[in-house]
């Protein structure tokens, strides 16, 4: 199977900067995902990344790195609204499906 | 435009009773995919269906089953629960055309069992 490792918990300060890590294993990468998810509520979609680089929407970034198994979402000037889970998920086509999985999630705590 | 619609958002259920959920998708979406969330194991692919067909399977039990009609929207079906399927069970729309396509995920309905 597919292996997405995403730190499980991260916190920093309101008005910074944070970088949210994702590795992942597959045998024929087929796009990153990445996802938001508020307590309580449906995860929302972010972002999409499938060609190497940097993907940038507003305050928020998602880079790809294939060579390396390697994503990370970089959320600026952070909120408060912005604590939540971020969620990594992966498209392995040489799994014969385009079915994304999922990383456990990082629970990112926003503090004053 | 409307989005996934899930039904009922909370339900308590007993051991060994069974369990049916909806899922609307959004208007002109063709696939609907089911996941189980939990704590420990985060979001499970359970399975796909596209234009009334099962088009991917997680790997889960017979006891959860599903089907889509022929106006997309889907149910799924959990048999003979157990306490262990206390989850979220999300379901997520997609055009389903490519791999582009994204999804859009319903509130889920969360189920507990005692």
């Known amino acids: 199977g597919q292996n997405i490792d995403q730190p499980t918990e991260m916190t920093a300060t309101e008005g910074a900067i944070v970088q949210i890590n994702c590795t992942y294993q597959t045998s024929g990468f087929n796009g990153l995902f990445w996802y938001q998810q508020h307590a309580g509520e449906a995860p929302t979609f972010l972002s999409y990344n499938v060609l190497d680089g940097l993907e940038e929407k507003g305050r928020f970034s998602s880079f790809l790195s294939r060579s390396k198994g390697y994503s990370y979402l970089l959320l600026k000037e952070l909120q408060m609204k912005d604590s939540a889970s971020y969620l990594c998920a992966v498209r392995d086509a040489g799994r014969g499906s385009y079915i994304p999985t999922f990383g456990r999630g990082t629970s990112l705590i926003v503090h004053p | 435009k409307a989005g996934v619609t899930q039904t009922p958002r909370y339900l308590i259920k007993t051991r060994g009773q069974q369990v049916t959920l909806s899922c609307s998708p959004i208007s002109g979406h063709r696939s609907v995919s089911w996941y189980q969330q939990t704590p420990g194991q985060g979001l499970q692919f359970l399975f796909e269906y596209f234009s009334e067909t099962q088009r991917n399977k997680g790997n889960f039990p017979g006891r959860f089953s599903g089907r889509q009609f022929s106006n997309s929207r889907s149910e799924m079906n959990v048999s003979t629960l157990e306490l262990g399927d206390s989850a979220l069970y999300l379901c997520?729309?997609?055009?389903?055309?490519?791999?582009?396509?994204?999804?859009?995920f319903g509130s889920g309905t969360r189920l507990t069992v005692v």
């Open positions: 997520a729309s997609s055009s389903g055309q490519g791999a582009m396509a994204g999804y859009t």
